[in-house]
Protein backbone atom coordinates (compact mmCIF):
# COMPACT_ATOMS: atom_id res chain seq x y z
CA UNK A 1 0.00 0.00 0.00
CA UNK A 2 2.60 2.46 0.90
CA UNK A 3 4.57 1.85 -2.53
CA UNK A 4 1.18 2.16 -4.08
CA UNK A 5 0.56 5.94 -2.34
CA UNK A 6 3.73 7.16 -3.47
CA UNK A 7 3.45 5.89 -6.78
CA UNK A 8 -0.03 8.13 -6.50
CA UNK A 9 1.66 10.96 -5.10
CA UNK A 10 3.64 11.04 -8.65
CA UNK A 11 1.38 11.01 -10.90
CA UNK A 12 -0.09 14.20 -12.77
CA UNK A 13 -3.30 15.38 -10.58
CA UNK A 14 -6.24 16.50 -12.26
CA UNK A 15 -8.87 18.31 -10.06
CA UNK A 16 -12.30 18.13 -11.34
CA UNK A 17 -14.69 20.96 -9.24
CA UNK A 18 -18.56 19.80 -9.76
CA UNK A 19 -20.07 16.27 -9.62
CA UNK A 20 -22.90 16.52 -12.36
CA UNK A 21 -22.75 15.40 -15.60
CA UNK A 22 -19.75 17.09 -17.10
CA UNK A 23 -17.68 16.18 -13.90
CA UNK A 24 -18.80 12.90 -13.32
CA UNK A 25 -18.24 11.58 -16.98
CA UNK A 26 -14.83 13.04 -17.18
CA UNK A 27 -14.19 11.43 -13.47
CA UNK A 28 -15.56 8.27 -14.81
CA UNK A 29 -13.40 8.40 -18.03
CA UNK A 30 -9.90 9.38 -16.02
CA UNK A 31 -10.18 5.46 -14.11
CA UNK A 32 -7.55 4.27 -16.13
CA UNK A 33 -5.67 6.83 -16.78
CA UNK A 34 -1.93 7.70 -15.28
CA UNK A 35 -3.08 10.48 -12.92
CA UNK A 36 -4.28 11.00 -9.74
CA UNK A 37 -8.06 12.19 -9.65
CA UNK A 38 -10.17 14.34 -7.25
CA UNK A 39 -13.77 15.57 -7.44
CA UNK A 40 -14.65 17.91 -5.47
CA UNK A 41 -18.67 18.58 -4.78
CA UNK A 42 -20.53 20.51 -2.24
CA UNK A 43 -23.00 17.63 -2.77
CA UNK A 44 -22.41 14.33 -1.89
CA UNK A 45 -24.06 12.85 -4.94
CA UNK A 46 -24.84 13.09 -8.48
CA UNK A 47 -28.58 14.70 -9.44
CA UNK A 48 -30.33 13.53 -12.68
CA UNK A 49 -31.78 16.47 -13.38
CA UNK A 50 -33.88 16.05 -16.11
CA UNK A 51 -36.11 14.27 -14.45
CA UNK A 52 -35.92 16.57 -11.21
CA UNK A 53 -39.59 17.99 -12.16
CA UNK A 54 -41.04 14.59 -11.73
CA UNK A 55 -39.24 15.07 -8.09
CA UNK A 56 -41.47 18.48 -7.73
CA UNK A 57 -44.97 16.71 -9.45
CA UNK A 58 -44.77 13.83 -6.90
CA UNK A 59 -43.89 10.70 -9.69
CA UNK A 60 -40.95 10.04 -8.42
CA UNK A 61 -38.61 10.32 -4.90
CA UNK A 62 -34.98 12.23 -4.28
CA UNK A 63 -33.57 9.28 -4.31
CA UNK A 64 -34.69 7.47 -7.25
CA UNK A 65 -32.52 10.17 -9.50
CA UNK A 66 -29.53 10.47 -7.10
CA UNK A 67 -26.69 8.47 -6.58
CA UNK A 68 -23.44 9.08 -4.08
CA UNK A 69 -20.64 9.62 -6.06
CA UNK A 70 -18.33 7.38 -3.54
CA UNK A 71 -20.68 4.70 -5.03
CA UNK A 72 -20.30 5.70 -8.67
CA UNK A 73 -16.91 5.80 -8.04
CA UNK A 74 -15.76 3.21 -5.64
CA UNK A 75 -13.80 1.16 -7.87
CA UNK A 76 -11.86 3.86 -9.44
CA UNK A 77 -8.38 3.49 -7.89
CA UNK A 78 -6.93 6.68 -8.94
CA UNK A 79 -10.01 8.68 -7.98
CA UNK A 80 -10.99 10.96 -4.81
CA UNK A 81 -14.19 12.50 -3.92
CA UNK A 82 -14.28 15.75 -1.30
CA UNK A 83 -17.56 16.90 -0.30
CA UNK A 84 -16.38 20.54 -0.25
CA UNK A 85 -17.07 23.78 -2.05
CA UNK A 86 -13.94 25.64 -4.19
CA UNK A 87 -14.06 29.21 -3.17
CA UNK A 88 -11.04 30.40 -5.44
CA UNK A 89 -8.21 29.60 -7.98
CA UNK A 90 -4.79 30.21 -9.08
CA UNK A 91 -4.16 29.64 -12.19
CA UNK A 92 -0.65 30.59 -12.00
CA UNK A 93 0.15 28.65 -8.64
CA UNK A 94 -1.89 25.80 -10.18
CA UNK A 95 -3.87 26.19 -6.79
CA UNK A 96 -7.22 25.36 -5.75
CA UNK A 97 -9.01 26.94 -2.75
CA UNK A 98 -11.56 24.62 -0.25
CA UNK A 99 -14.05 26.11 1.66
CA UNK A 100 -12.85 23.86 4.76
CA UNK A 101 -9.64 22.22 3.88
CA UNK A 102 -6.04 23.80 2.57
CA UNK A 103 -5.51 24.16 -0.61
CA UNK A 104 -5.14 21.42 -3.09
CA UNK A 105 -2.84 21.95 -6.00
CA UNK A 106 -3.32 20.80 -9.62
CA UNK A 107 -1.43 20.00 -13.21
CA UNK A 108 -5.28 20.06 -14.92
CA UNK A 109 -8.24 21.46 -13.38
CA UNK A 110 -11.81 20.94 -14.91
CA UNK A 111 -14.46 23.76 -13.54
CA UNK A 112 -18.10 21.49 -14.68
CA UNK A 113 -20.11 23.41 -12.00
CA UNK A 114 -23.31 24.46 -14.07
CA UNK A 115 -26.10 26.95 -13.59
CA UNK A 116 -28.49 28.47 -11.58
CA UNK A 117 -31.30 30.22 -11.93
CA UNK A 118 -31.71 33.98 -13.34
CA UNK A 119 -34.40 36.67 -12.42
CA UNK A 120 -32.95 38.99 -14.74
CA UNK A 121 -32.30 41.23 -12.24
CA UNK A 122 -35.53 40.62 -9.88
CA UNK A 123 -33.65 38.29 -7.57
CA UNK A 124 -36.75 39.36 -4.93
CA UNK A 125 -39.28 37.11 -6.71
CA UNK A 126 -37.26 34.03 -5.94
CA UNK A 127 -39.03 32.94 -2.94
CA UNK A 128 -42.87 34.00 -4.76
CA UNK A 129 -41.37 31.76 -7.75
CA UNK A 130 -38.73 28.98 -7.08
CA UNK A 131 -36.91 27.91 -9.62
CA UNK A 132 -35.97 24.02 -10.40
CA UNK A 133 -32.26 23.26 -10.00
CA UNK A 134 -31.83 21.47 -6.78
CA UNK A 135 -33.26 18.53 -4.99
CA UNK A 136 -34.86 21.32 -2.14
CA UNK A 137 -35.92 23.28 -4.72
CA UNK A 138 -37.61 19.95 -6.70
CA UNK A 139 -38.94 19.64 -2.60
CA UNK A 140 -40.22 23.79 -2.41
CA UNK A 141 -42.00 22.74 -5.45
CA UNK A 142 -44.04 19.82 -4.35
CA UNK A 143 -44.30 21.12 -1.44
CA UNK A 144 -46.31 24.07 -2.45
CA UNK A 145 -48.39 22.22 -5.55
CA UNK A 146 -49.80 19.73 -3.07
CA UNK A 147 -50.32 22.53 -0.22
CA UNK A 148 -52.43 24.49 -2.86
CA UNK A 149 -54.75 22.01 -3.56
CA UNK A 150 -54.84 21.23 0.71
CA UNK A 151 -55.12 24.41 1.21
CA UNK A 152 -57.76 24.58 -1.41
CA UNK A 153 -60.04 21.99 0.02
CA UNK A 154 -60.78 24.48 3.41
CA UNK A 155 -61.20 27.57 1.94
CA UNK A 156 -64.66 28.77 1.90
CA UNK A 157 -64.36 31.87 0.07
CA UNK A 158 -64.61 31.41 -4.09
CA UNK A 159 -62.13 33.47 -4.84
CA UNK A 160 -59.69 32.64 -2.57
CA UNK A 161 -60.15 28.96 -3.76
CA UNK A 162 -59.28 29.80 -7.13
CA UNK A 163 -56.34 31.77 -6.35
CA UNK A 164 -55.26 28.42 -4.46
CA UNK A 165 -56.34 26.47 -7.84
CA UNK A 166 -54.39 28.65 -9.88
CA UNK A 167 -50.79 27.37 -11.30
CA UNK A 168 -48.82 29.42 -13.09
CA UNK A 169 -45.49 28.36 -14.98
CA UNK A 170 -43.16 31.14 -15.83
CA UNK A 171 -41.15 29.92 -19.05
CA UNK A 172 -41.86 27.92 -22.08
CA UNK A 173 -38.73 25.90 -22.76
CA UNK A 174 -38.75 22.12 -21.75
CA UNK A 175 -38.37 22.56 -18.10
CA UNK A 176 -41.80 25.07 -18.08
CA UNK A 177 -43.46 22.49 -20.88
CA UNK A 178 -42.79 19.44 -18.43
CA UNK A 179 -43.68 21.59 -15.40
CA UNK A 180 -47.00 22.49 -16.65
CA UNK A 181 -48.06 19.38 -18.71
CA UNK A 182 -47.29 17.41 -15.51
CA UNK A 183 -49.56 19.80 -12.67
CA UNK A 184 -52.02 19.39 -15.35
CA UNK A 185 -52.02 15.79 -15.69
CA UNK A 186 -51.82 15.71 -11.56
CA UNK A 187 -55.25 18.30 -11.64
CA UNK A 188 -57.14 16.59 -14.37
CA UNK A 189 -56.12 12.76 -13.68
CA UNK A 190 -54.25 12.13 -10.48
CA UNK A 191 -55.95 13.84 -7.89
CA UNK A 192 -59.37 14.18 -8.93
CA UNK A 193 -60.89 12.07 -6.90
CA UNK A 194 -59.16 12.77 -3.55
CA UNK A 195 -60.87 15.41 -2.47
CA UNK A 196 -64.48 16.12 -1.34
CA UNK A 197 -64.82 19.98 -1.08
CA UNK A 198 -63.20 21.02 -4.60
CA UNK A 199 -63.20 19.78 -8.22
CA UNK A 200 -59.57 19.24 -8.99
CA UNK A 201 -60.68 19.59 -12.86
CA UNK A 202 -60.90 23.28 -12.43
CA UNK A 203 -57.61 24.15 -11.73
CA UNK A 204 -55.99 26.20 -13.91
CA UNK A 205 -52.18 26.52 -14.94
CA UNK A 206 -50.94 29.09 -17.62
CA UNK A 207 -47.89 28.69 -18.82
CA UNK A 208 -46.10 32.14 -19.93
CA UNK A 209 -43.44 32.61 -22.04
CA UNK A 210 -41.46 36.01 -23.80
CA UNK A 211 -41.00 34.39 -27.53
CA UNK A 212 -43.33 33.75 -29.94
CA UNK A 213 -43.82 30.35 -29.63
CA UNK A 214 -42.85 27.86 -26.55
CA UNK A 215 -39.93 25.44 -26.99
CA UNK A 216 -38.27 28.44 -28.74
CA UNK A 217 -34.92 26.50 -29.86
CA UNK A 218 -37.04 23.93 -31.24
CA UNK A 219 -38.05 23.73 -34.61
CA UNK A 220 -41.20 25.22 -35.41
CA UNK A 221 -43.76 21.93 -35.70
CA UNK A 222 -42.11 20.53 -32.89
CA UNK A 223 -43.29 23.88 -30.61
CA UNK A 224 -46.77 23.74 -32.38
CA UNK A 225 -47.67 20.09 -31.45
CA UNK A 226 -46.18 20.78 -27.76
CA UNK A 227 -48.47 23.60 -27.19
CA UNK A 228 -51.32 21.43 -28.80
CA UNK A 229 -50.56 18.61 -26.43
CA UNK A 230 -50.53 21.08 -23.36
CA UNK A 231 -53.47 22.97 -24.69
CA UNK A 232 -55.42 19.04 -24.46
CA UNK A 233 -53.97 18.66 -21.43
CA UNK A 234 -56.37 21.75 -19.87
CA UNK A 235 -52.80 24.37 -19.96
CA UNK A 236 -53.60 28.14 -21.18
CA UNK A 237 -50.44 28.82 -23.17
CA UNK A 238 -49.97 32.58 -23.09
CA UNK A 239 -46.45 33.32 -25.68
CA UNK A 240 -45.44 37.10 -26.46
CA UNK A 241 -45.73 38.17 -22.42
CA UNK A 242 -43.55 40.33 -20.41
CA UNK A 243 -43.66 39.48 -16.51
CA UNK A 244 -43.31 42.70 -15.13
CA UNK A 245 -44.00 41.63 -11.28
CA UNK A 246 -44.54 38.37 -9.11
CA UNK A 247 -45.64 39.81 -5.08
CA UNK A 248 -48.70 38.86 -3.07
CA UNK A 249 -49.31 35.63 -4.78
CA UNK A 250 -50.24 37.30 -7.81
CA UNK A 251 -47.94 37.63 -10.97
CA UNK A 252 -47.89 41.16 -13.23
CA UNK A 253 -47.97 40.43 -17.02
CA UNK A 254 -47.73 42.42 -20.14
CA UNK A 255 -48.89 41.62 -23.83
CA UNK A 256 -48.45 44.51 -26.01
CA UNK A 257 -49.86 47.84 -24.61
CA UNK A 258 -52.06 45.93 -22.07
CA UNK A 259 -51.00 44.82 -18.64
CA UNK A 260 -52.86 42.22 -16.53
CA UNK A 261 -52.44 40.46 -13.16
CA UNK A 262 -53.45 37.22 -11.71
CA UNK A 263 -54.03 36.07 -8.67
CA UNK A 264 -51.98 32.39 -7.78
CA UNK A 265 -51.20 30.98 -4.83
CA UNK A 266 -48.11 29.02 -7.03
CA UNK A 267 -45.82 30.34 -9.07
CA UNK A 268 -42.85 28.40 -10.61
CA UNK A 269 -40.13 29.98 -12.43
CA UNK A 270 -38.62 28.28 -15.72
CA UNK A 271 -37.54 31.39 -17.30
CA UNK A 272 -33.68 31.67 -17.74
CA UNK A 273 -30.21 30.37 -16.30
CA UNK A 274 -27.27 32.42 -15.31
CA UNK A 275 -23.60 30.80 -14.23
CA UNK A 276 -22.75 29.79 -11.16
CA UNK A 277 -20.49 32.30 -9.33
CA UNK A 278 -17.28 30.21 -10.50
CA UNK A 279 -17.39 31.79 -13.98
CA UNK A 280 -17.01 34.86 -12.43
CA UNK A 281 -14.39 33.65 -10.40
CA UNK A 282 -12.48 31.92 -13.53
CA UNK A 283 -12.97 35.39 -15.37
CA UNK A 284 -11.17 37.56 -12.44
CA UNK A 285 -8.45 35.13 -12.48
CA UNK A 286 -7.97 34.19 -16.10
CA UNK A 287 -9.32 37.23 -17.81
CA UNK A 288 -11.49 34.67 -19.48
CA UNK A 289 -14.64 36.01 -21.61
CA UNK A 290 -17.80 35.39 -20.31
CA UNK A 291 -21.03 35.78 -22.44
CA UNK A 292 -24.35 38.09 -20.68
CA UNK A 293 -25.17 35.26 -18.51
CA UNK A 294 -21.76 34.47 -17.03
CA UNK A 295 -20.71 31.62 -18.90
CA UNK A 296 -16.99 31.22 -20.05
CA UNK A 297 -15.85 31.58 -23.64
CA UNK A 298 -13.28 28.63 -24.24
CA UNK A 299 -11.25 27.43 -26.44
CA UNK A 300 -11.73 24.64 -29.18
CA UNK A 301 -10.24 22.26 -26.99
CA UNK A 302 -12.37 23.72 -23.73
CA UNK A 303 -9.76 24.91 -22.76
CA UNK A 304 -9.42 28.77 -21.14
CA UNK A 305 -7.58 31.30 -23.47
CA UNK A 306 -4.19 31.44 -22.37
CA UNK A 307 -4.41 28.77 -19.63
CA UNK A 308 -4.23 24.97 -21.47
CA UNK A 309 -4.10 23.70 -18.02
CA UNK A 310 -7.89 24.76 -17.15
CA UNK A 311 -10.96 23.79 -18.52
CA UNK A 312 -14.53 24.58 -18.18
CA UNK A 313 -17.43 22.13 -19.63
CA UNK A 314 -21.00 21.12 -19.39
CA UNK A 315 -23.50 24.19 -19.03
CA UNK A 316 -20.72 26.84 -17.46
CA UNK A 317 -18.96 26.79 -20.82
CA UNK A 318 -20.06 28.87 -23.67
CA UNK A 319 -18.30 26.60 -26.78
CA UNK A 320 -18.96 29.00 -29.70
CA UNK A 321 -17.02 27.02 -32.42
CA UNK A 322 -19.50 24.96 -34.01
CA UNK A 323 -22.30 26.01 -35.95
CA UNK A 324 -24.04 29.50 -35.60
CA UNK A 325 -24.83 29.18 -31.63
CA UNK A 326 -22.94 28.06 -28.91
CA UNK A 327 -23.70 24.19 -28.00
CA UNK A 328 -26.67 23.78 -25.52
CA UNK A 329 -26.52 23.31 -22.01
CA UNK A 330 -28.39 19.85 -21.86
CA UNK A 331 -26.77 16.50 -20.40
CA UNK A 332 -25.40 14.98 -23.41
CA UNK A 333 -23.06 18.06 -24.29
CA UNK A 334 -21.34 18.08 -20.97
CA UNK A 335 -20.97 14.18 -20.82
CA UNK A 336 -19.56 14.34 -24.36
CA UNK A 337 -17.25 17.27 -23.06
CA UNK A 338 -16.37 15.19 -19.95
CA UNK A 339 -15.29 12.68 -21.63
CA UNK A 340 -13.53 15.16 -24.53
CA UNK A 341 -11.27 16.33 -21.77
CA UNK A 342 -10.53 12.74 -20.13
CA UNK A 343 -9.41 11.83 -23.01
CA UNK A 344 -7.25 15.09 -23.61
CA UNK A 345 -5.68 15.10 -20.44
CA UNK A 346 -4.38 11.12 -20.74
CA UNK A 347 -3.06 11.70 -23.79
CA UNK A 348 -1.38 14.35 -22.84
CA UNK A 349 0.18 12.73 -20.02
CA UNK A 350 1.94 10.33 -22.77
CA UNK A 351 2.59 13.25 -25.23
CA UNK A 352 -0.30 12.86 -28.03
CA UNK A 353 -2.29 15.10 -29.71
CA UNK A 354 -6.17 15.46 -29.55
CA UNK A 355 -7.95 17.41 -31.90
CA UNK A 356 -10.25 19.99 -31.26
CA UNK A 357 -13.22 19.13 -29.59
CA UNK A 358 -16.30 18.56 -31.98
CA UNK A 359 -20.52 17.21 -30.72
CA UNK A 360 -22.56 15.52 -33.07
CA UNK A 361 -26.00 16.83 -32.15
CA UNK A 362 -28.68 13.76 -31.70
CA UNK A 363 -31.28 15.53 -31.48
CA UNK A 364 -33.42 16.90 -28.53
CA UNK A 365 -36.95 16.38 -26.61
CA UNK A 366 -38.96 17.24 -24.43
CA UNK A 367 -42.15 15.45 -22.81
CA UNK A 368 -45.50 17.54 -22.10
CA UNK A 369 -47.41 14.38 -20.04
CA UNK A 370 -48.10 10.61 -20.42
CA UNK A 371 -48.10 9.70 -24.47
CA UNK A 372 -47.39 12.76 -24.79
CA UNK A 373 -43.68 14.15 -26.27
CA UNK A 374 -41.84 16.06 -29.25
CA UNK A 375 -38.31 14.44 -30.02
CA UNK A 376 -36.20 15.81 -32.84
CA UNK A 377 -33.22 13.71 -34.30
CA UNK A 378 -32.37 15.75 -36.61
CA UNK A 379 -32.98 13.01 -39.51
CA UNK A 380 -36.16 12.85 -38.37
CA UNK A 381 -39.27 14.62 -35.74
CA UNK A 382 -41.66 12.72 -33.98
CA UNK A 383 -44.80 13.64 -31.56
CA UNK A 384 -47.57 11.66 -29.33
CA UNK A 385 -46.75 8.09 -27.83
CA UNK A 386 -43.78 7.69 -30.09
CA UNK A 387 -42.20 10.33 -28.81
CA UNK A 388 -42.74 9.72 -25.91
CA UNK A 389 -41.44 6.17 -25.29
CA UNK A 390 -38.26 7.29 -26.75
CA UNK A 391 -38.18 10.05 -24.34
CA UNK A 392 -38.37 7.07 -22.09
CA UNK A 393 -36.09 4.59 -23.12
CA UNK A 394 -33.25 7.77 -23.43
CA UNK A 395 -34.31 8.57 -19.81
CA UNK A 396 -33.76 5.30 -18.62
CA UNK A 397 -30.16 4.58 -20.29
CA UNK A 398 -28.41 7.56 -19.56
CA UNK A 399 -29.60 6.69 -15.50
CA UNK A 400 -25.80 6.39 -13.75
CA UNK A 401 -26.58 3.63 -11.49
CA UNK A 402 -28.66 -0.03 -12.38
CA UNK A 403 -31.18 0.29 -9.41
CA UNK A 404 -32.17 3.73 -10.36
CA UNK A 405 -32.60 2.70 -13.38
CA UNK A 406 -34.98 -0.60 -12.60
CA UNK A 407 -36.31 1.65 -9.71
CA UNK A 408 -37.84 4.56 -12.27
CA UNK A 409 -38.85 1.72 -14.65
CA UNK A 410 -41.04 0.01 -11.82
CA UNK A 411 -42.52 3.28 -10.90
CA UNK A 412 -43.40 4.95 -14.23
CA UNK A 413 -44.69 1.17 -14.96
CA UNK A 414 -47.09 1.39 -12.01
CA UNK A 415 -48.17 5.25 -12.99
CA UNK A 416 -49.25 4.70 -16.46
CA UNK A 417 -51.57 2.04 -15.70
CA UNK A 418 -52.92 3.34 -12.08
CA UNK A 419 -52.09 7.38 -13.39
CA UNK A 420 -51.24 7.90 -9.83
CA UNK A 421 -48.00 9.91 -8.01
CA UNK A 422 -46.75 7.95 -5.12
CA UNK A 423 -44.39 10.25 -3.69
CA UNK A 424 -47.22 13.69 -3.31
CA UNK A 425 -45.39 14.02 0.35
CA UNK A 426 -45.76 17.70 2.12
CA UNK A 427 -42.09 18.35 3.37
CA UNK A 428 -41.19 21.59 4.75
CA UNK A 429 -38.27 23.58 3.94
CA UNK A 430 -37.48 25.10 7.34
CA UNK A 431 -35.25 27.47 6.64
CA UNK A 432 -37.00 28.90 3.39
CA UNK A 433 -39.58 29.39 5.73
CA UNK A 434 -37.71 31.45 7.69
CA UNK A 435 -36.99 33.23 4.50
CA UNK A 436 -40.28 34.34 3.15
CA UNK A 437 -42.21 35.08 6.27
CA UNK A 438 -42.70 38.68 6.58
CA UNK A 439 -40.27 41.00 8.90
CA UNK A 440 -41.35 40.97 12.53
CA UNK A 441 -42.36 43.94 14.20
CA UNK A 442 -39.87 46.26 14.76
CA UNK A 443 -37.27 44.52 12.18
CA UNK A 444 -37.27 47.27 8.92
CA UNK A 445 -38.39 45.24 5.67
CA UNK A 446 -35.61 45.93 2.86
CA UNK A 447 -37.62 48.34 0.00
CA UNK A 448 -38.12 46.83 -2.93
CA UNK A 449 -36.25 47.20 -6.08
CA UNK A 450 -37.74 48.74 -8.84
CA UNK A 451 -39.34 46.04 -11.35
CA UNK A 452 -38.43 45.64 -14.65
CA UNK A 453 -40.12 43.72 -17.14
CA UNK A 454 -38.71 40.17 -18.16
CA UNK A 455 -39.36 38.35 -21.24
CA UNK A 456 -40.00 34.67 -19.82
CA UNK A 457 -37.92 32.09 -22.57
CA UNK A 458 -35.99 29.96 -21.22
Not at 216 to 224: H, I, L, T, W
Not at 264 to 292: C, Y
Not at 321 to 345: S, T
Amino acid sequence: MKNTQTKQTDLPHVVIVGGGFGGLYAAKSLKDAPVKVTLIDKRNFHLFQPLLYQVATGTLSPADIASPLRVILSKHKNTQVLLDKVVDIDPDAKKVYLEEREALNYDALVVATGVSHHYFGNDQWQNDAPGLKTVEDALEMRRRIFTAFEAAEKETNPEKRQALLTFIVVGGGPTGVELAGAIAEIAHQSVKDDFRDIDTTQAKIVLFEGMERILPPYPEECSVQAQKSLEKLGVEVQTKTLVTNIADHSVTYRQGETTETIKAHTILWAAGVRASFMGKVLAERTKAELDRVGRVVVESDLSIKDYPDVFVIGDLANFPHQGERPLPGVAPVAMKEGEYVANLIAKRVIGVKVKPFSYQDLGSMAVIGQNKAVVDLNFARFSGFIAWIIWVFAHIYYLIEFDNKLIVMIQWAWNYFTQGRGARLITINTSLQLEINPPQPGKESTPQSKQEPVSVSA
